[in-house]
């Protein structure tokens, strides 16, 4: 997977900057669940950059919430609209059932839905019970985001259009792809939720919705786990996710609908594709069709012929 194009990104370039012309979020509004640090953060503002025209950010601890939203403020252009906070535990069914309900009563639009928030803590693979919390959240929970994400749409107000069609992108791992995996909880309910956009993709045409591997980034959450040193060569720059994030939602990536693909996959190499990814509606999709599969020993391999080079 890390040879699916010829260049592997390791940090953002031009096709998917922000401040492309051709990447301009102007008068869309956008939310993002998982957004009080991290790539989820980092997607925040380069939507921001982008000249979108609200971004409401989500996430289970307030206090992280509010700090990051004056951060986001601080970097606002002139012509941008706001910047939004609200608590919310994306891993709780109701809590998220209340989310949609406010932002019905509210008579609130979201163009935009970005799902990052995901459930990581190591646990015992052979406890039923622990395993049951990692697909609560990382799966049964964000099929209720999905719920109210296409309902809301549906009981948009009066007038109101969205800029272009609504845009879902789910973060995914490389993860669910990979054997083996010291995290068979996460990769397996990363796996199930993913396959299930993939599936869902194809009996939606008026909703685009695309997954992605967000690269390999150390985030604080990453940080504080302590499973992995920072001077890894796998880490990639966290721009890298947020902008593809950004391009996933021009119209430039439509063809991509239903599909799973990885941030550090090159645009242009995968618009020089497109013919071959619309005629098989299970190219680049999860599950077994031939296509190599993913190994981390094979990723550091990667990163070590494709060193990120920083300024």
Not at 25 to 33: E, H, L, P
Not at 129 to 147: G, R, W
Not at 185 to 203: E, I, R
Request: with cysteine; proline share 5%.
């Amino acid at each position: 997977m890390t040879d699916f194009t010829k260049t592997y990104r390791r940090t953002t370039y031009p096709a998917i900057s922000p401040t492309n012309p051709s990447n301009s979020q102007s008068g869309r509004k956008v939310c993002i669940i998982g957004a009080s640090e991290g790539i989820g953060f980092e997607i925040a503002k380069a939507y921001i950059e982008a000249g979108a025209a609200e971004v409401t950010i989500c996430g289970r601890n307030e206090m992280k919430l509010k700090i990051a939203a004056i951060q986001l403020e601080q970097q606002t252009r002139e012509d941008f609209g706001r910047t939004e906070a609200r608590v919310l535990d994306a891993g709780n069914v109701e809590d998220v059932k209340h989310f949609w309900q406010t932002i019905k009563s509210e008579k609130r639009t979201i163009d935009i839905l970005i799902l990052s928030a995901a459930h990581t803590e190591t646990i015992n693979e052979f406890n039923p019970e622990d395993v049951a919390t990692y697909f609560n959240q990382n799966c049964i929970a964000k099929l209720f985001m999905v719920d109210g994400f296409r309902r809301a749409k549906r009981a948009r107000p009066e007038g109101v259009e969205p800029a272009e069609e609504p845009v879902l992108i789910d973060l995914s791992s490389a993860g669910l792809m990979g054997y083996p995996y010291p995290k068979a909880a996460y990769s397996a309910s990363k796996a199930g939720f993913t396959t299930w956009l993939c599936h869902l993709s194809d009996m939606i045409e008026d909703m685009r919705i695309i997954n992605f591997h967000p690269g390999a980034v150390f985030t604080p959450a990453a940080e504080r786990s302590g499973e992995a040193p920072r001077d890894l060569k796998i880490w990639d720059d966290p721009s890298l996710s947020a902008h593809m994030a950004v391009w996933l939602s021009t119209p430039a990536a439509a063809f991509l609908h239903g599909r799973f693909v990885w941030a550090n996959w090159d645009v242009e190499e995968l618009m020089g594709m497109k013919d071959r990814i619309l005629a098989d509606p299970g190219f680049i999709k999860i599950g077994v069709s031939g296509v190599e599969n993913f190994s981390i020993a094979g990723l550091v391999q990667k990163c070590e012929e494709q060193p990120l080079k920083k300024d």
